[in-house]
């Protein structure tokens, strides 16, 4: 199992950045993956940006060349970076990882922290 706790949140205006955090409790090379997801109110949950084991990152189209992802292995964080925010990034972004557990995975979730772009 891993629990995720994450951090960083807020009220931002159009244009302005914001870095997220998610702790894990364990080592991040034990995780097969990593992501962010963000859900919006009356709109399904919807994968942000991930990043692997390996390092390998894959981002939605939406965020592509304004968010990055990133991680500290020392301190089993991972980190999304988020910049020249838009008013459609407002949701609640969410913490994910993932463990194989034989030929299955299981996924696993932080308790979501708030984001809103508004002026």
């Known amino acids: 199992q891993v629990q995720l706790v994450e951090s960083g949140g807020g009220l931002v205006q159009p244009g302005e950045s914001l870095r997220l955090s998610c702790a894990a409790s364990?080592?991040?090379?034990?995780?097969?993956?990593m992501g962010w997801y963000r859900q919006a109110p009356g709109k399904q949950r919807e994968l942000v940006a991930a990043i692997s084991s390996g390092s390998v990152t894959n981002y939605a189209d939406s965020v592509k060349g304004r968010f990055t992802i990133s991680r500290d292995n020392a301190k089993n964080t991972v980190y999304l970076q988020m910049n020249s925010l838009k008013p459609e990034d407002t949701a609640v972004y969410y913490c994910?990882?993932?463990?194989?557990?034989?030929?299955?995975?299981?996924?696993?979730w932080g308790q979501g922290t708030q984001v809103t772009v508004s002026s």
């Open positions: 364990r080592s991040l090379f034990s995780i097969y993956a």
């Open positions: 994910n990882a993932v463990l194989i557990v034989g030929a299955g995975r299981n996924d696993y």
